[in-house]
């Protein structure tokens, strides 16, 4: 069966770091596209990165692009972002998800979510 488990979610200040993990089980993410969401209070789900190895292709939102790195390790089947210089508008609950190859941006081309991981940032 096909899971995916998000983890490193926290409390930072302003400027300060985290890295989120997504660990699959059920298939591994050579034939996946795996990307992150984010949900913040009042607002619509975003799409803020998505990684496929089999195309070489990445995606950034602009409004991080030059402080998230998306990256995969296939041998232990896990998604890394890495969030550097950290604001306070990028408090939300953080999904992973993973779909076919021709997922995009839009989060209804994706089957498989995790569950989130909070990550608050203060002034």
């Known amino acids: 069966d096909v899971q995916l488990q998000a983890s490193g979610g926290g409390l930072v200040q302003t400027g300060g770091s985290l890295r989120l993990s997504c660990e699959a089980s059920g298939f591994t993410f050579d034939d996946k596209v795996v990307s992150w969401f984010r949900q913040a209070p009042g607002k619509e789900r975003e799409s803020i990165s998505c990684?496929?190895?089999?195309?070489?292709?990445?995606y950034y939102a602009d409004s991080v692009k030059g402080r998230f790195t998306i990256s995969t390790d296939n041998a232990k089947n896990t998604v890394y972002l890495q969030m550097d210089s950290l604001k306070p508008e990028d408090t939300a609950v953080y999904y992973c998800?993973?779909?076919?190859?021709?997922?995009?941006?839009?989060?209804?081309?994706?089957?498989?979510w995790g569950q989130g991981t909070q990550v608050t940032v203060s002034s």
């Open positions: 990684i496929s190895d089999r195309f070489a292709s990445t």
């Open positions: 998800a993973s779909g076919g190859p021709t997922a995009s941006s839009n989060s209804s081309t994706y089957n498989n």
